[in-house]
């Protein structure tokens, strides 16, 4: 495993580093603007499989995906609704996850057979750096074991996984708070299917 703190390094050099490792198909553990997530490259079925392996993570929950702009929905995504529309444009980047339906050639390790895809844009951290160099999208679990508190620091992400990871990008403690409100938009009529960041009422005032 390598750490690699970009306050030491550059910037640059940890994309690099995380983007290689990405797409030698290794996991990588990288901060968001909430808590550290977990990212494997979206199409790689013998890295989704690893890391739902080190997480303990059970096959029928499905595993989000952070991209760096809209445009990469075409790689996961069959359709964009009209409300799906509405949300994108107002709430990212951010803390917004949407439920779309998903390309038939995507993997069910994502999609947990419900043929939607949760992906959103993230806020300002390193994770919205990495996925706008990168190009596809990568997936954004919380960097824990199920069912255990989400990583706020390197260190625990150590303590949880030790030699698991491939790499793990230290940018110190991140924030916390609340995690993204997820909204299912796969078809026009949409509902909230977990409050958080962004309120209900939040949502409902754009729909």
Do not use: H
């Not at 550059?10 to 990212?39: C, D, M, N, Q, R």
């Not at 199409?43 to 995906?65: E, V």
């Not at 069912?147 to 491939?166: E, S, T």
């Amino acid at each position: 495993m390598t750490i690699i703190r970009p306050a030491e390094t550059g910037i640059s050099e940890a994309l690099e580093k995380a983007s290689g490792t990405l797409k030698a198909g290794g996991v990588i553990a990288y901060p968001t603007e909430t808590f550290y997530g977990l990212g494997v490259k979206f199409d790689n079925i013998a890295a989704l499989k690893k890391l739902c392996g080190i997480k303990d993570r059970p096959r029928n929950k499905a595993l989000p995906l952070i991209i760096g702009e809209k445009r990469a929905l075409k790689l996961i995504a069959s359709s964009i609704t009209a409300s799906a529309e509405k949300l994108i444009q107002k709430f990212w980047p951010g803390p917004l996850m949407l439920l779309l339906p998903a390309r038939p050639d995507i993997s069910e390790l994502l999609t947990a057979t419900t043929g939607k895809i949760a992906v959103r844009v993230p806020g300002e951290s390193f994770a919205l750096e990495l996925v706008r160099s990168l190009g596809f999208p990568i997936t954004a679990t919380s960097a824990n074991i199920s069912g255990m508190p989400p990583a706020d620091n390197a260190d625990d992400v150590v303590r949880y996984f030790g030699d698991a990871l491939d790499l793990i990008i230290d940018c110190g403690e991140t924030p916390g708070g609340k995690p993204s409100t997820i909204v299912d938009a796969s078809e026009e009529k949409t509902w909230i299917v977990r409050a958080g960041a962004i309120l209900p009422e939040e949502v409902f005032a754009v729909l």
